[in-house]
């Protein structure tokens, strides 16, 4: 299995906090991915990462923002968030473009 | 921008038939990868198998194979022998020059007796 873990696996935060995932890899890959998945919509893709500190919008980015300082590490923030970002959250890591990917096991949050 | 489309909310299949789940795609993108992943109930994604869109040859994974058709611009999943095992959501999926990996809405399988 591919060396990928999120954190936390849940949590449930009021509205208006502002919560922190984080993804964190032991294989080097270049390339990281946030995703959210709803029912009806599959997966969204939020935000990716090509490489240290640069990163790139997905198609539902409005009211999330991401880190990468270090390969291994791609932190997901919800600056302050609302029951709309309630949703099961995964991080993908793959090692170049036009590879597979692999997933963390997801991170359920809860905005009540 | 790139686009997957799938139409099929759901499907059944009686054990041991074959299952085709339908996928289309759309990009401008002149070089490109379509995958497809399984996610069972307990929630993980499960790679299954990527086809290249200059690959020349269909790609097969043990009883997965890819129908490449490029011109109509589709990439369906064939399940061949369907087990109990195989009920689940599948998603298409696919990357381009800017490697963003795009899926589409799934389409949930249920394997029956």
């Known amino acids: 299995d591919a060396g990928i873990t999120q954190s936390p696996r849940h949590k449930v935060t009021e509205t208006g906090t502002p919560v922190t995932l984080r993804c964190h890899q032991t294989e080097n890959h270049r390339y990281m991915y946030w995703y959210r998945q709803d029912p009806g919509h599959g997966l969204r893709l939020i935000h990716y990462?090509?490489?240290?500190?640069?990163?790139d919008k997905g198609e539902v980015s409005d009211g999330y923002s991401v880190s990468r300082s270090k390969t291994e590490d791609f932190l997901l923030t919800l600056e302050s968030a609302t029951s709309s970002q309630t949703s099961v959250y995964f991080c993908?890591?793959?090692?170049?473009?036009?590879?597979?990917?692999?997933f963390g096991q997801g991170t359920r949050l809860t905005v009540v | 921008a790139q686009k997957i489309t799938q139409t099929q909310p759901g499907m059944f299949v009686q054990e041991k038939e074959a299952v085709t789940l339908d996928c289309t795609y759309d990009t401008s993108d002149p070089s490109y990868g379509l995958f497809w992943y399984k996610q069972p109930s307990s929630g993980e994604m499960i790679f299954l198998i990527y086809?290249?869109?200059?690959?020349?040859q269909n790609a097969t994974e043990g009883r997965y194979s890819l129908n490449f058709q490029k011109a109509r611009k589709s990439a369906n999943l064939v399940i061949s022998a369907s087990q109990l095992g195989d009920s689940a959501m599948y998603f298409c999926?696919?990357?381009?020059?800017?490697?963003?990996?795009?899926f589409g809405t799934g389409t949930r399988l249920q394997v029956t007796l």
């Open positions: 999926a696919m990357t381009g020059t800017a490697s963003k990996l795009t």
């Open positions: 990462s090509y490489g240290v500190k640069d990163t």
């Open positions: 086809q290249g869109s200059y690959d020349q």
């Open positions: 993908a890591i793959s090692y170049r473009a036009n590879t597979e990917a692999f």
